[in-house]
Every structure is written in structure tokens, then in C-alpha cells.
């Protein structure tokens, strides 16, 4: 690979990861709030352009695919579009389970004293 090929790579997914980690240190921040719908709002907003893209990509993808592999590289776009979605959502159970935890320790101590 030529420098400019991996300089424009980089230039492409570098964004894309810096905002993937900043959205994962707000869900973190989101997650670990007295209430729990705010944690939730990320995963959704993350699940709806992919519920409203999915179809169509696929339908577009199998009626173009010629052979199996192809028709199976098309169904690997859904694990791949709903991914950082479900990164999100596990982000979120393991915060407010930790916090959970956290509450009922802290319920402990008082009824110990």
C-alpha cells in the first residue's frame, strides 16, 4: 500500500472512532444516573437508523448476490450495523448492574449500623 492509500484510510475511520469513544464515555456517564432511562438513549438512537437501514441493505444485497458467499457476506452486515449498539447496551447493563451492587452494600453498612 502506497502512503496516500493508508493516509486516506486513517483520515476515514479515525473519526469514526473517536466518535464511537465518545460515545461510549457519555453512555458510561448516562449509565451510572439515579435514573435509568437516560442510559438508554444512546443504544436507541444508535438501533433506529439501523432498523430503518437494514431492510432495504438487505434486500438489495441478496437480490444482487450471485452466488452463497456473496448472500452470506450480506447477512454479515447486520451483526456489523447492530454492533456498536449492542456494545452500548452492554456497557449500560454492566454500569447500572455495578451500581445495583453498589446501593445494596451501601444498604448493607446502614442496616449494620
Same mark, same amino acid.
Given at each position: 500500500?502506497?502512503?496516500?492509500?493508508i493516509l486516506v484510510t486513517l483520515s476515514l475511520y479515525v473519526p469514526l472512532i473517536v466518535v464511537f469513544a465518545i460515545c461510549i464515555a457519555l453512555e458510561i456517564?448516562?449509565?451510572n444516573r439515579q435514573s435509568r432511562w437516560p442510559g438508554l438513549v444512546l443504544p436507541i438512537c444508535w438501533l433506529m437508523p439501523a432498523w430503518l437501514v437494514l431492510p432495504n441493505l438487505l %434486500?438489495? !444485497? +441478496?437480490? @444482487?448476490?450471485?452466488?452463497a458467499g456473496q448472500m452470506?457476506?450480506?447477512?454479515?452486515?447486520?451483526p456489523v450495523?447492530? %454492533?456498536? !449498539? +449492542?456494545? @452500548?447496551?452492554?456497557?449500560?447493563?454492566?454500569?447500572?448492574?455495578?451500581?445495583?451492587?453498589?446501593?445494596?452494600?451501601e444498604k448493607m453498612k446502614i442496616q449494620d449500623l
Open positions: 500500500m502506497k502512503l496516500t492509500e456517564f448516562l449509565a %434486500l438489495n !444485497a +441478496l437480490s @444482487l448476490a450471485e452466488n452470506l457476506l450480506a447477512l454479515l452486515v447486520v450495523c447492530l %454492533l456498536p !449498539a +449492542l456494545v @452500548l447496551l452492554a456497557i449500560y447493563w454492566f454500569c447500572r448492574r455495578r451500581r445495583k451492587s453498589r446501593e445494596q452494600v
